[in-house]
Nanobody, 115 residues
Framework: QVQLVESGGGLVQPGGSLRLSCAAS????????MRWYRQAPGKERELVAT????????NYADSVKGRFTISRDNAKNMVYLQMNGLTPEDTAVYYC????????WGQGTQVTVSS
């Protein structure tokens, strides 16, 4: 069965950096685009970044463009989100996501940006 397990969240000061990781299993990882979403308290879930199956193309939400970088390692079945220049507005639970016949989500990892 498909499993997505996020890690790497935590508490960071404004201006800081975090690197999120997502370990995927249960499907042929290199055949599918991967996404990172986030959901802040009281807000709808927001698409943050997408990476194509071989990593040749990435797309970002305007709110994170130039600060976040999505990447993947198909040999390790991993997808990453490098987050730099974090602001309190980036505080949210971050989820990785794949469409494999249906949408699959991980359990999420909390990112809190606060001084």
């Amino acid at each position: 069965q498909v499993q997505l397990v996020e890690s790497g969240g935590g508490l960071v000061q404004p201006g800081g950096s975090l690197r999120l990781s997502c370990a995927a299993s249960g499907f042929t990882f290199s055949s599918y685009a991967m996404r990172w979403y986030r959901q802040a308290p009281g807000k709808e879930r927001e698409l943050v970044a997408t990476i194509t199956r071989l990593g040749g193309n990435m797309n970002y939400a305007d709110s994170v463009k130039g600060r976040f970088t999505i990447s993947r390692d198909n040999a390790k079945n991993m997808v990453y989100l490098q987050m730099n220049g974090l602001t309190p507005e980036d505080t949210a639970v971050y989820y990785c996501n794949v469409y494999y016949g249906e949408w699959y989500w991980g359990q999420g990892t909390q990112v809190t940006v606060s001084s």
